[in-house]
């Protein structure tokens, strides 16, 4: 059964840091963009991080120069670091896989465009 399972999710304040990890089951997703986003309640669903196949990332505006997105050499487990959160990076993180050209074409994806493969989520949530 193919999974993308998130993890490390949890409460924090502003200015803290959190890791989340996306651990990737039953398939090979190593010709497969992946990425982070997150929808807030009340919003619809955003990019945050995207990396390609050849390793190229790409970050919402928003996050750039405090996320990081990364995975390990076997693309079994993508990571998304985040520092010096703010409130407005409240929500839930999903990762997802698919086939892309660019970077940019699955971070921009619209928000109702499904994803190859999507995770169930884990929530963040940053008090101020």
């Known amino acids: 059964q193919v999974q993308l399972v998130e993890s490390g999710g949890g409460s924090v304040q ?6 989340l990890s996306c651990a990737a089951h039953g398939y090979d997703f190593r010709g497969f963009c992946m990425g982070w986003f997150r929808q807030a309640p009340g919003k619809e669903r955003e990019g945050v991080a995207a990396v390609d196949s050849r390793g190229d990332t790409n970050y919402a505006d928003s996050v750039k120069g405090r996320f990081t997105i990364s995975q390990d050499n076997g ?26 050209d660019t970077t940019t074409s699955i971070l921009y994806r619209p ?15 940053v008090s101020s």
Do not use: H
């Open 111 to 125: 928000p109702r465009t499904p994803f190859r493969f999507w995770g169930q989520g884990t929530q963040v949530t």
């Open 14 to 19: 502003a200015g803290g840091s959190v890791r």
């Open 75 to 100: 693309k079994i487990t993508l990571y998304l670091q985040m520092n010096s959160l703010k409130s407005e990076d409240t929500g839930m993180y999903y990762c997802a896989a698919d086939y892309c």
